[in-house]
T-cell receptor
Framework: GAVVSQHPSWVICKSGTSVKIECRSL??????MFWYRQFPKQSLMLMAT?????????EQGVEKDKFLINHASLTLSTLTVTSAHPEDSSFYIC??????????FGSGTRLTVV | AQSVSQHNHHVILSEAASLELGCNYS??????LFWYVQYPGQHLQLLLK??????LVKGIKGFEAEFIKSKFSFNLRKPSVQWSDTAEYFC????????????FGKGTRLSVIA
């Protein structure tokens, strides 16, 4: 079935640095990908919709200058957390809809900012 | 905008008890409905989904859900839970076809005790 590969699985970074998370569709083309954030013991909150070749659409309250999204090809979307702070520590998950019937999710990235 | 409500925050059941988790959504048009499970320390796994047809949907691991359009509900059921069903359960909805994101409910934590 359709697979979305997300890397890295976990990352620890120092406060003030930037971290890039990659999401690749392995066996299908994804014109659109979705980025979610999940805080411990909470639900998945949609951060933004990433569109190939155009600007991402951010949800209300999500800082677009802090969470940079690039979707330069049909198989790769990246999320860069810039100038990370401890409150950005979370679980980040990407998703795509390869078929009209369902969604596929990446395995997630656990970000810890120290 | 779509929203999803899961009424039960935490449910505690004994093994072999029956389970019903509530899920209501707010959207007037055609929706696709999903239930996902997240076991401790693991990633989202699709339990079942509804797109059209028979409103009683059967999923994996003995779970089923019933779509009641008049009540905007999609409750998850299992006749007899097992200890291994201990997990977080998320109801999700998206509006129709195309590249629209899933909107998740806040989740219900199920604890099954022996």
């Amino acid at each position: 079935g359709a697979v979305v590969s997300q890397h890295p699985s976990w990352v620890i970074c120092k406060s003030g640095t930037s971290v890039k998370i990659e999401c690749r569709s392995l066996d299908f083309q994804a014109t659109t990908m979705f980025w979610y954030r999940q805080f411990p013991k909470q639900s998945l909150m949609l951060m933004a919709t990433s569109n190939e070749g155009s600007k991402a659409t951010y949800e209300q309250g999500v800082e677009k200058d802090k969470f940079l999204i690039n979707h330069a090809s049909l198989t790769l979307s990246t999320l860069t957390v810039t100038s990370a702070h401890p409150e950005d520590s979370s679980f980040y998950i990407c998703s795509a809809r390869p078929l009209d019937s369902g969604y596929t999710f990446g395995s997630g990235t656990r970000l810890t900012v120290v | 905008a779509q929203s999803v409500s899961q009424h039960n925050h935490h449910v505690i059941l004994s093994e072999a008890a029956s389970l019903e988790l509530g899920c209501n959504y707010s959207y007037g048009g055609t929706v696709n409905l999903f239930w996902y499970v997240q076991y401790p320390g693991q990633h989202l796994q699709l339990l079942l989904k509804y797109f059209s047809g028979d409103p009683l949907v059967k999923g994996i691991k003995g779970f089923e859900a019933e779509f009641i359009k008049s009540k905007f509900s999609f409750n998850l059921r299992k006749p007899s839970v097992q200890w291994s069903d201990t997990a977080e359960y998320f109801c999700a909805v998206n509006a129709g076809s195309g590249n629209t994101p899933l909107v998740f409910g806040k989740g219900t934590r199920l604890s099954v005790i022996a």
